[in-house]
């Protein structure tokens, strides 16, 4: 049996950082990166952001929320407030705020932003989690989706120090590309992508700018629903990688709030009915039966929506 990175990176993506590590260790070639977990996640040998000692002392609150969470498979709620006892004791006992957003906002935000830095803060699929990055440079892009083309803003960010849940406890083998403002502003990972590749062009660009027209359209559109959306377009233009067996290693029902994996168990289930294939048959689908499936169901979708969803 061979390693095969998108199995791994799928248990890591539905937050199963055990399963990804009992994975990894059925193969000795893998045995560094094994050393590395053990070291990190076993040992609790936590990184270290060397140029500033008080950043370094927020990034290892959410360090240590990623050990308790996904290792340690802790109660969420739990952490979560040892985050915020660990918060109090680097802003003062004063701080007194309801959850660790406010927190965010109130604390956080002002450390990282009078350091130079940007901050965003809040949950991705569910779990806490900020991305802090240095340098941001603006471009626009024309880009093609099924129901047209139109011009968006990307931002290009780079300089990162965090990058979330995913990106800690992948050591950066995988991990949120980007996303999109309220404002449809789509900011992209820079560092994540060949800019010329198909990920670019497809996974950021495509899959952003469907957020943002549903964003538009949509306001109180839920997180799945948002996500299946977007990953059927990947479906739809994507002709030199194989998404649709990367959505059915990520698929998962378990976790209500990771908007991600239920995603693409969606995309599972629906391309089952349609094709009658089983999950293990659907990834030898070829890229032309794919992108034909996956767009009458982005169609049938578009109408699901419009009747789910009141109009801005």
Same mark, same amino acid.
Request: proline fraction near 1%; hydrophobic fraction near 35%.
């Given at each position: 049996?061979?390693? =095969? *990175?998108?199995?791994?990176?799928?248990? /890591?993506?539905? $937050?199963?950082?055990?399963?990804?590590?009992?994975? #990894?260790? @059925? &193969?000795?070639?893998?045995?560094?990166?094994?050393?590395?977990?053990?070291?990190?996640?076993?040992?609790?040998?936590?990184?270290?952001?060397?140029?500033?000692?008080?950043?370094?002392?927020?990034?290892?609150?959410?360090?240590?929320?990623?050990?308790?969470?996904?290792?340690?498979?802790?109660?969420?709620?739990?952490?979560?407030?040892?985050?915020?006892?660990?918060?109090?004791?680097?802003?003062?006992?004063?701080?007194?705020?309801?959850?660790?957003?406010?927190?965010?906002?109130?604390?956080?935000?002002?450390?990282?932003?009078?350091?130079?830095?940007?901050?965003?803060?809040?949950?991705?699929?569910?779990?806490?989690?900020?991305?802090?990055?240095?340098?941001? =440079? *603006?471009?626009?892009?024309?880009?093609? /989706?099924?129901? $047209?083309?139109?011009?968006?803003?990307?931002?290009? #960010?780079? @300089? &990162?120090?965090?990058?979330?849940?995913?990106?800690?406890?992948?050591?950066?083998?995988?991990?949120?590309?980007?996303?999109?403002?309220?404002?449809?502003?789509?900011?992209?990972?820079?560092?994540?992508?060949?800019?010329?590749?198909?990920?670019?062009?497809?996974?950021?660009?495509?899959?952003?700018?469907?957020?943002?027209?549903?964003?538009?359209?949509?306001?109180?559109?839920?997180?799945?629903?948002?996500?299946?959306?977007?990953?059927?377009?990947?479906?739809?233009?994507?002709?030199?990688?194989?998404?649709?067996?990367?959505?059915?290693?990520?698929?998962?029902?378990?976790?209500?709030?990771?908007?991600?994996?239920?995603?693409?168990?969606?995309?599972?289930?629906?391309?089952?009915?349609?094709?009658?294939?089983?999950?293990?048959?659907?990834?030898?689908?070829?890229?032309?039966?794919?992108?034909?499936?996956?767009?009458?169901?982005?169609?049938?979708?578009?109408?699901?929506?419009?009747?789910?969803?009141?109009?801005?």
């Amino acid at each position: 049996m061979t390693f =095969e *990175k998108n199995v791994f990176t799928g248990f /890591l993506v539905k $937050g199963e950082l055990n399963a990804a590590i009992s994975y #990894l260790s @059925g &193969f000795s070639d893998q045995s560094e990166l094994c050393g590395r977990y053990r070291e990190v996640f076993d040992e609790d040998k936590r990184p270290v952001y060397e140029n500033d000692a008080y950043l370094n002392e927020i990034l290892d609150v959410y360090r240590k929320y990623y050990r308790e969470v996904f290792y340690l498979n802790n109660n969420t709620k739990e952490a979560e407030k040892r985050m915020g006892e660990r918060f109090g004791a680097i802003f003062g006992n004063f701080v007194t705020c309801s959850s660790i957003e406010e927190t965010e906002e109130k604390y956080v935000f002002q450390a990282f932003n009078e350091r130079g830095f940007s901050f965003l803060g809040g949950r991705t699929g569910g779990f806490l989690g900020p991305y802090v990055w240095s340098d941001t =440079e *603006k471009k626009k892009y024309d880009v093609e /989706l099924p129901d $047209g083309n139109s011009e968006y803003t990307v931002m290009l #960010l780079d @300089g &990162f120090i965090s990058r979330s849940w995913l990106d800690y406890i992948s050591f950066g083998m995988t991990g949120t590309g980007g996303w999109t403002d309220s404002d449809g502003i789509i900011n992209c990972v820079k560092s994540s992508y060949d800019i010329e590749g198909e990920a670019f062009r497809v996974s950021l660009l495509k899959h952003e700018a469907q957020h943002s027209m549903d964003l538009i359209k949509f306001g109180n559109i839920s997180s799945d629903d948002l996500e299946y959306r977007a990953k059927l377009v990947e479906l739809i233009y994507s002709e030199q990688r194989n998404m649709l067996e990367k959505f059915l290693l990520e698929s998962d029902n378990s976790n209500a709030k990771n908007g991600h994996a239920l995603a693409s168990y969606k995309i599972a289930e629906k391309f089952s009915f349609k094709t009658g294939l089983d999950f293990k048959e659907l990834a030898a689908l070829s890229a032309k039966e794919t992108q034909a499936v996956a767009l009458e169901l982005f169609s049938e979708s578009s109408d699901e929506i419009a009747k789910k969803y009141a109009m801005k």
